[in-house]
């Protein structure tokens, strides 16, 4: 079973920058995409960022020209950094791996870390 392992976060202040990281380990064949997730106080959880494992990027709108997603299959881990951070990206942010399974049928699956929290102070 995978497991994913977020770290990076913390407290910074506004125009700062953090960068994410997330492991995966356990067993499985491959990893497809790769994503970052938040969810805010109050809100449901959204996309932030997300790499395909051809190497396609994709962005919310509101973190587009701030955050940087970026991978390492070699070590099946995913980054993202994150500058220019605003009050309002304050959230748990949370990495989520579409696996492929290491037995049949071979099927993919989503699987996601516990989150790591962002606080950005005004």
């Known amino acids: 079973q995978v497991q994913l392992v977020e770290s990076g976060g913390g407290t910074v202040q506004a125009g700062g920058s953090l960068r994410l990281s997330c492991a995966a380990s356990?067993?499985?064949?491959?990893?497809?995409?790769m994503g970052w997730y938040r969810q805010g106080p109050g809100n449901q959880r959204d996309l932030v960022a997300s790499?395909?494992?051809?190497?396609?990027?994709d962005y919310a709108e509101s973190v587009r020209d701030r955050f940087s997603i970026s991978r390492d299959s070699d070590k099946n881990t995913v980054f993202l950094e994150m500058n220019n951070l605003k009050p309002e990206d304050t959230a748990v942010y949370y990495c989520?791996?579409?696996?492929?399974?290491?037995?049949?049928?071979?099927?993919?699956?989503?699987?996601w870390g516990r989150g790591t929290l962002v606080t950005v102070s005004s």
């Open positions: 989520k791996a579409e696996v492929v399974v290491d037995h049949p049928p071979y099927y993919d699956v989503d699987r």
């Open positions: 790499v395909t494992r051809g190497g396609r990027k």
């Open positions: 356990g067993s499985f064949v491959t990893i497809n995409d």
